[in-house]
């Protein structure tokens, strides 16, 4: 059964689209995952990527000119469905018809990660009501924690269990502690992602850090929560591997 789940974050900034790729490429490794960009107002997946010029994205299924699986491209194992960033293209397109198009994904993958706005906006409910559950996406400062609950309140509204929280950008002696977040938004924390230099440098790119540097901590936390997401036991790569894989062997 086609699990469907929501990111979102209070504010943005906090890394919540960074997060959406890496993770559902670490969780590609162990399942078949479709991320979706639902941030139909300013989009950023594709750019994370490098995608562009495509002849069909998510906002001309919402149209009606395209069917969502003529929307889906490959990204190494990882099945992606962007949205255009074009003003023509979101000028245009009516996020209330998001749930209806997006479920019928259902038993063609695994899991698909929508990737929301930030914020509490009509597009952001579009996406939350289009999901079986939500990961809240924070940073470890009050502001970003505080609008965090935000969305944690919308989702109880709404009825939609969260699974977890996921910490971005951690390491700063002035962040707020993991008990702390985790008072404040009534919710376990199921994943840290530390703060890494690598991770701009893998946007830069157009390249995910869980592939660009693969052996960095924020790729190897990405690796972590993918594998508890999923059961399965996480080993890191042990040195000769490593080297074995440098030199393509």
Do not use: W
């Not at 670490?26 to 950023?44: F, M, Q």
């Not at 994370?48 to 699986?69: C, F």
């Not at 194992?77 to 998001?98: A, E, G, H, N």
């Amino acid at each position: 059964m086609t699990k469907f789940v929501c990111l979102a974050s209070g504010k943005g900034g906090t890394g919540k689209t960074t997060t959406t790729l890496n993770l559902g490429l670490a969780l590609s490794e162990y399942r078949d995952v479709t991320v979706i960009d639902g941030n139909l107002s300013t989009p950023n997946i594709a750019l994370h990527l490098g995608i562009q010029n495509l002849p069909s994205y998510l906002n001309h299924v919402l149209q009606g000119k395209k069917k969502i699986v003529q929307s889906i491209y490959t990204h190494k194992k990882l099945k992606v469905i962007p949205s255009s960033i074009f003003i023509k293209d979101i000028r245009k397109t009516p996020y209330k018809k998001l749930k209806t198009e997006i479920r019928k994904l259902k038993d063609l993958t695994d899991i698909v990660l929508i990737d929301s706005s930030a914020g509490l906006s009509d597009e952001v409910v579009a996406c939350m009501k289009a999901s079986d559950e939500l990961l809240i996406v924070t940073n470890p400062d009050l502001p970003s924690v505080t609008d965090s609950l935000k969305s944690v309140k919308l989702a109880e509204e709404l009825k939609l269990p969260i699974t977890g929280v996921i910490v971005n950008k951690t390491a700063n002696k002035h962040d707020l502690s993991k008990n702390d977040i985790e008072k404040i938004l009534e919710n376990k924390i199921i994943g840290e992602i530390p703060e890494d230099s690598n991770v701009p440098s893998s946007i830069k790119l157009a390249n995910p850090v869980i592939h660009s540097f693969p052996y960095s901590e924020s790729a190897k936390a990405y690796k972590r929560l993918a594998a508890e997401l999923t059961g399965t036991e996480y080993e890191e790569e042990s040195i000769v591997t490593k080297i074995l894989n440098f030199f393509g062997l």
